[in-house]
């Protein structure tokens, strides 16, 4: 099924579901409420027609400083700023992060019967960052989901053993939120730098 | 007359001196290394040890899988702070004498990975006597490295003082 | 894991039963171990030589790949992709380079793709020689190591031909590649598979009818194609249980659609069957190369080298200074040895004419001021490659499996999310159901076959 097809598919079968839909580029992206995440991903898998066995990934994605970089300028001390050029146009753009949450899980989906892929995408809140767990339906979402928490905080509800998988158990903090610094180090032994 | 132990020491005599020098003459030529190999490093470490660029030839070609029975450590790849404490563990099991190579831009410096994961360089845990840099280094230069730590042992064991390791400027603390 | 002791009935042949007492033991395989690799630490519940229960610990080797890539611009990115899978780095730098290309909607020239996939396929060589290799010394055939490793140094000789370093090679660019394939790689080339060829046959000889080698990998760190489907593997993992699932024959990219080859297909899942599935691929992979070695188009000359005087470049910089343009028109420069294959003549083959997206060649780039403002708008702080906003998800078939890359952008000069979608991190995930059952002495050959790269299962 080619992109339209899949979006037509699932939106004609969760109407409330689904907050926007597009195909930018050719990939075929939905986004989803929260509260409809596992029924739309067992859809996904169990209907024949869509046949979505593979859960190809699962990741997160942090909103907060989106477009909001700062234009570099060569000698900020001299107040000279450099005008940002502009971007390559686009002759059809894409909608925008969705929403106005701060994070969005991303679950990218593969059908090896029907060759054909889909992207789902969730927003979640930063008060209240928890998504339902898939483990029931693709064990391998169990090390991916652990990822996801370990790296953005976001809990899984639901998930059989959720703790951190890169970082070791003392770190404090989710490294890859926006409004973690890069270099900021909490070492187990030996000096900070 | 009661000559003592350290009066021997401060009066080397020839038989001394010749018999420190075939000790270090032995010690250079039959490294036991442990290979503490994490990342791409890696890769380059087991081209060394391979027949192309043969480390063999050198005495060295023959890894120890424990830090008991060890002498040298090679720490080949990034070390990141989850690893650390494994690494200082296993430098600490390796009985003396025992040397310690970096292997790596990585574990000289840390390398381009300049964030809160990576250990910035492995002399902040532990002595280190050679230095080799390169992303990987390329073998020649490996090898070169380890002509260089084999001409410390010896000198070391003639001169009978371990030269200390470089200090370390402590621009960065905190 | 509780250690609570469970009595076994030991009911021989006699009429006395003992009642043995046994207590599990939790045995650290530990993070310093030379079978694991480095960094891989699994917990193991043995009951005698049996696992009961194991537990995979990872993230030995992180090294923020995703967060370095949000502080440096487009390009900049690519050398941390040469760290991720460091077997197969040339994999990753394509991957990436394929993604943002999607991102901005622009495509390379086709002799591009052709050099690209040539590349990509003897990297995967490398990588397989590298796990079969490794597998294979652990299991004690040292002398199958050290000759995979030998047919690895030609090859690596062949990739130092091309990109001018053996292990991390930054490769390609956004847009195209760093420079062309130089003129007398064809028979070198051949000559290096003549040579791998021969070590393959050597190591079958060797490995594939070894009573030792057979009993120790057969039957054992057997999954299901089902099983490995809803884990989410993919590569020669998953093609040795049954399913045939390549990126490459499914969803083809950059030049794969024209080009013939098989996929091998194994049917039990074991190691032995990976094994198997491995030496076949390194096959098809040599026989890719040559087919897109007679099927590369010619590049476009843009200077016709007969007329187009070779300049030293220097002198072309002098000229270019005073003004005097007509007289470098239609030269092409005399560069240093880092730059060739990337002069104006050969620009057009590799890298898409796009102006916001690549580099211009050294001889505009002095020369004349179109191209010294390209190179300022990419090269300067505050500028560079600037994509529109918008996500992308590009897969490339890895050495491993399906690596993809998903690209957010918000519009500024560096990426915004870069996500590496790491094929040995499904497996690995799965690596507790393979081992649990089978006996300590398993490990080793089932986590070997793994192919655990850990740049690519930490980044």
Known sequence: MNPSELIEAIQGRFPDAVTQSHAWRGDATLVLRSEFLVEVARYLKEAPALGMNFLMDLTAVDYSTFGKKPALGFFSSSGVGVRSPAQIPDPDPWPGPPGRSRFAVVYHFFSTAHKHRLRLVVPVEESEASVDSLTDLWPGANWLEREAWDMFGIEFRGHPDLKRILMYEGFEGHPLRKDYPVNKRQPLIGPVN | ?174 | MDTTPNPTASAAAGAEINELETRDMLLNIGPAHPAMHGIIRIVAKLDGEEIKDAEVEIGYLHRAFEKMAETVDYNGVIPYTDRLNYVSPLINNMGYCMAVEKLLGISVPERCHYVRVILSEISRITDHLTCVGATAMELGAFTVFLYMIKAREFLWDLVEKVTGARLTVTYCRVGGVKADLPDDFVQPCLEAFKETRKVLAESRQLLERNRIFVDRVEGTGVISADDAIAYGITGPFLRATGADYDVRKDCPYAVYDRLSFEIPVGSRGDNMDRFLVRMEEMEQSMLIVEQALREIPPGPILVDVETGRPIPAAEMVDLAKVGNIAAIQGGCAVACPTLEGSGRDKHLSIATGEKRVVLPPKEDGYGNIEGLMQQFKLVMMGHGIRPPKGEVYFPVEGANGELGFYVVSDGSESAYRVRVRPPCFAIMSALPQMIVGGMMADVVPTFGSVNMIGGELDR
Request: proline share 8%; aromatic share 10%.
């Open chain 2, 1 to 174: 007359m009661n000559v003592g132990a350290s009066d021997m020491q401060r009066q080397p005599s020839f038989l001394t001196s010749r018999l420190n020098e075939a000790i270090g003459w032995a010690r250079k030529f039959s490294i036991f290394q442990y290979p503490f190999v994490t990342a791409c490093c890696g890769m380059e470490y087991m081209a060394t040890a391979c027949s192309h660029y043969d480390v063999d030839r050198f005495g060295a070609g023959f890894p120890r899988f424990s830090p008991r029975q060890a002498d040298v450590l090679f720490v080949v790849g990034t070390i990141s702070h989850k690893m650390a404490p494994v690494l200082e563990r296993i430098h600490d099991q390796m009985a003396e004498p025992k040397w310690v190579v970096a292997f790596g831009v990585c574990t000289c410096t840390g390398g381009f990975y300049d964030n809160y994961a990576t250990v910035m360089g492995i002399d902040t845990i532990m002595p280190v006597d050679v230095y080799i840099p390169g992303c990987p280094p390329r073998p020649e230069m490996v090898l070169d490295g380890l002509i260089k730590l084999q001409q410390k042992i010896q000198d070391q064991h003639t001169s009978g003082v371990r030269p200390a390791p470089e200090a370390r400027p402590k621009i960065m603390e905190g």
